[in-house]
């Protein structure tokens, strides 16, 4: 198992990078929270890495931050989530936010996250609100620059990837952006106002 990798950023098209270690690439699942803060392409990133191998299928996922992945791996921990939901989670709110959320058991709050329905938000109350104590103080902010293209259409396609329905995602990503904005930042406002 890959705990930590290295390399030179070469791609970064949410939730997909590209790490070039040594001429050879990674191609990474990121959420994204550590999206928000990668490095500009052709910069070094060292990312904590989680593999995971099924019948008939490996993926690579990458975290700037060791709290974020290990939130990663609990998430996934309780039963009905998988892969797609725990980056949908990490992308949707930070790890302080979501301990904060399972503390509390807001489980109205949780349910706003995609994938994430009421029998679900439950049982996450149930089994990660001791664990939700130890993520306290690993939280995430910043923001990253974004790649090249239309920002707007770039916010729906990763929202899409995280789980939205395509009308919902324009929709969202349309009314997130301002003048100016970066995918980056729409994406992550558009995830704000959908917890609200």
Same mark, same amino acid.
């Given at each position: 198992? +890959? ?5 030179? $950023?070469?791609?970064?098209? %949410? %939730?997909?990078?590209? /790490? ?12 994204? =929270?550590?999206?928000? @803060? ?8 060292? !990312? ?8 008939? =299928? /490996? ?15 609990? /998430?996934?921990? &309780?039963?009905? +989530?998988?892969?797609?939901?725990? !980056?949908?989670? !990490?992308?949707?709110?930070?790890? @302080?936010?979501?301990?904060? #959320? ?7 709050? $949780? ?13 996450? &109350?149930?089994?990660?609100? @001791?664990? *939700?104590?130890? $993520?306290?103080?690993?939280? &995430?902010?910043?923001?990253? %620059? ?23 995602? /324009?929709?969202?990503?349309?009314? *997130?952006?301002?003048?100016? @904005?970066?995918?980056?930042? +729409? +994406?992550?406002?558009? $995830?704000?106002?959908? #917890?609200?």
């Amino acid at each position: 198992m +890959i705990g930590r990798l290295r390399g030179i $950023l070469a791609l970064k098209q %949410p %939730p997909w990078l590209v /790490v070039d270690v040594n001429g050879v690439g990674y191609e990474l699942e990121a959420p994204m =929270s550590t999206f928000y @803060d990668l490095p500009d392409l052709g910069r070094e990133v060292a !990312l904590f890495t989680h593999y995971a191998q099924k019948e008939d =299928s /490996v993926a690579l996922y990458g975290f700037l931050r060791e709290g974020e992945r290990r939130l990663f791996r609990d /998430v996934q921990k &309780v039963s009905g +989530i998988g892969a797609k939901i725990a !980056l949908a989670v !990490l992308s949707g709110v930070s790890v @302080d936010e979501f301990a904060r #959320l399972v503390q509390a058991g807001d489980v109205t709050a $949780l349910t706003r996250i995609p994938g994430i329905g009421k029998k679900t938000a439950e049982r996450m &109350v149930v089994e990660l609100r @001791d664990r *939700a104590a130890d $993520l306290a103080g690993a939280g &995430v902010a910043g923001a990253m %620059p974004a790649g090249a293209g239309d920002p707007v259409a770039d916010a729906a396609t990763a929202l899409q990837q995280l789980g939205y329905k395509p009308a919902e995602a /324009v929709r969202m990503a349309r009314d *997130a952006a301002a003048p100016g @904005d970066e995918a980056a930042a +729409i +994406i992550r406002k558009a $995830l704000q106002s959908a #917890l609200r």
